[in-house]
């Protein structure tokens, strides 16, 4: 079974550009979230999205920001990066949202903001 | 607001020692309790987790944890420790309010000499 998959894997980009990060949850998972891990640092919650709609929104300045699709993927959009963007981006799917849901997380994608 | 600590951030053992990693939360309600492991250049991967029941819950690769209420706290530990469990340990906590995200202590590496 695929697990959580997360595309790219790394990337390098600029101060200033924007980013697009993609996320595929797990067959028949409908809730899909984002946490920004920074080295040295346990993962930070960004957004959380439940059959295509917003549930939930980290404390993250308005230049994050986040979609699901009818098909449950999601993307992560990033406009006018800072070299404190560069971080472990972890996508995590699970079957809802609440209590008792066990998330999933992908391997992550790597960007390097220089 | 609500928070999570592991006091351990480095630690360093000899095969065949035991292993306790404490976590602690900052939430007086009902909560979902998580142990994850992140091996060098691999996802995060569950432990084990707590929901409700039995406080001691048993995970994969011989680790477990106990939920003691009164302390908020579910400490992990291992009766005997192998190199291959060289890696970094996240407790994360999913609190019943609002937004159902996971929460996440700023993990401990645990380095194991063989």
């Known amino acids: 079974d695929a697990g959580v998959t997360q595309s790219p894997t790394h990337l390098i980009k600029t101060r200033g550009q924007h980013v697009t990060l993609r996320c595929s949850p797990i067959?028949?998972?409908?809730?899909v979230s984002w946490y920004q891990q920074v080295l040295g640092q346990g993962p930070q919650f960004i957004f959380q999205y439940y059959e295509k709609e917003e549930r939930g929104r980290g404390n993250f300045p308005d230049r994050f920001s986040a979609r699901q699709f009818p098909n449950y993927s999601s993307e992560l959009n990033v406009n006018a990066l800072l070299l404190g963007d560069s971080a472990l981006y972890l996508c995590?799917?699970?079957?809802?949202?609440?209590?008792?849901?066990?998330?999933?997380f992908g391997q992550g994608t790597r960007l390097t903001v220089v | 607001a609500q928070s999570v600590s592991q006091h351990n951030h480095h630690v360093i053992l000899s095969e065949a020692a035991s292993l306790e990693l404490g976590c602690n939360y900052s939430y007086g309600g009902t909560v979902n309790l998580f142990w994850y492991v992140q091996y060098p250049g691999q996802h995060l991967q569950l432990l084990l987790k707590?929901?409700?029941?039995?406080?001691l819950v048993k995970g994969i690769k011989g680790f477990e944890a106990e939920f003691i209420k009164s302390k908020f706290s579910f400490n992990l530990r291992k009766p005997s420790v192998q190199w291959s469990d060289t890696a970094e340990y996240f407790c994360?906590?999913?609190?019943?309010?609002?937004?159902?995200?996971?929460?996440f202590g700023t993990g401990t590496r645990l380095k194991v000499l063989a």
């Open positions: 994360a906590v999913n609190p019943a309010s609002g937004t159902y995200k996971y929460i």
């Open positions: 995590a799917s699970s079957l809802g949202v609440g209590l008792n849901t066990e998330a999933f």
């Open positions: 067959s028949g998972h409908k809730s």
């Open positions: 707590y929901f409700s029941g039995d406080p």
